[in-house]
Every structure is written in C-alpha cells, then in structure tokens.
C-alpha cells in the first residue's frame, strides 16, 4: 500500500547543467537541475532559479544564458559551481574553465562541457521559492568528436549527469 508524503517536490532525478550568464562585466556559473524542455517549435527550454541567486539577477539583467552540458569527469566542477556565489568567486577562474565565445548571444559558454545551448530568455514567472526563465533555444554546440554524420549529437559518446537528492548520477543509455 501507498503512504501519502505531502506535497513535496520528487520529480527525480533531473538533469544536471551548468548555466552561464554574464552582465557584460563579470560571468559567472550556476549549477542546476530544475531545467526542461518546454516547447519544441520554437525551441524553448526552462530554467528554474531562486531570486537570490546571483546567477538570478545576472540573467535578469542580460536576458540570456548558455545551459552548458557537463560529463561525469565535471562532477566537482558541479559541486563546486552549485554550493558557492558569484558574488564572491570566480568559478571560471577557480575551476580552470575556458570561456568560449558563442555564436548567437554575449554571454561565454565552457569549453569543457561538450554540449553547450545558447538561449535568450521570453518571459521570468515568478513562482514563490524560485522564479522560471522561459527561454528559446537560439543555437546548440557540440563537440565534433560527438556528432553523429546526420549532424544531430550522439549522447552514447558523454556521460551526462542526474542530480537525486544530494547525490550525483551517471547516466547510462539503456537499448
């Protein structure tokens, strides 16, 4: 039998990301999961971020984001960028992360990750514990080495992350 546990949020696990934004004069990184798809013509996705967050007021301001895919070898990258602010780290200069210039919007990607989606922010709903960006895709980036001949990306070559309550997962394709 099934016991009621309230009404908390336990939508898991969620994909990991690294959001970077920027507001012209200092970039910075956001670690989340509360990221999804929300329309498929156009484009969009969802990001999910607390009022305050740095990162929040960062995107705020610029009205774009890059939602860079890290692997399972960026795990303390993750952490790292997930458990500190902005406001008083570098967290591309801490971590060793390169800034690689996009093609569609100001704001850097990181070279490291091997997927990186450039999106402009539509509309900011503000929910209560956190407010969500509705934003459309405007261009994705992927490593050579990933790309399928047909040009789309073969998520078998990375090993994505999950995020399950505290806890880091790798991902794994099932067939």
């Given at each position: 039998?099934?016991?009621?546990?309230?009404?908390?949020?336990?939508?898991?696990?969620?994909?990991?990301?690294?959001?970077?934004?920027?507001?012209?004069?200092?970039?910075?990184?956001?670690?989340?999961?509360?990221?999804?798809?929300?329309?498929?013509?156009?484009?969009?996705?969802?990001?999910?971020?607390?009022?305050?967050?740095?990162?929040?007021?960062?995107?705020?301001?610029?009205?774009?984001?890059?939602?860079?895919i890290?692997?399972?070898?960026?795990?303390?990258?993750?952490?790292?960028?997930?458990?500190?602010?902005?406001?008083?780290?570098?967290?591309?200069?801490?971590?060793?992360?390169?800034?690689?210039?996009?093609?569609?919007?100001?704001?850097?990607?990181?070279?490291?990750?091997?997927?990186?989606?450039?999106?402009?922010?539509?509309?900011?709903?503000?929910?209560?514990?956190?407010?969500?960006?509705?934003?459309?895709?405007?261009?994705?980036?992927?490593?050579e080495?990933?790309?399928?001949?047909?040009?789309?990306?073969?998520?078998e070559?990375?090993?994505?992350?999950?995020?399950?309550?505290?806890?880091?997962?790798?991902?794994?394709?099932?067939?």
């Amino acid at each position: 039998m099934k016991k009621s546990i309230g009404t908390p949020e336990r939508l898991y696990p969620n994909p990991v990301v690294l959001v970077s934004c920027s507001n012209g004069l200092k970039d910075n990184i956001i670690t989340l999961s509360w990221v999804g798809t929300v329309c498929g013509n156009p484009p969009m996705v969802s990001i999910s971020i607390r009022p305050s967050r740095y990162s929040h007021e960062l995107i705020s301001t610029s009205r774009e984001f890059v939602i860079n895919i890290p692997d399972e070898k960026m795990t303390e990258t993750c952490d790292f960028c997930g458990t500190r602010s902005g406001r008083d780290f570098d967290k591309f200069e801490d971590m060793k992360l390169t800034k690689e210039k996009g093609l569609m919007i100001n704001t850097p990607m990181i070279k490291e990750c091997p997927v990186n989606i450039e999106c402009r922010v539509q509309d900011i709903i503000q929910l209560g514990t956190h407010d969500i960006f509705i934003s459309e895709i405007l261009n994705v980036n992927a490593d050579e080495k990933i790309i399928y001949s047909d040009g789309d990306i073969d998520y078998e070559k990375i090993e994505v992350l999950s995020y399950l309550m505290g806890h880091y997962l790798k991902n794994k394709i099932i067939k």
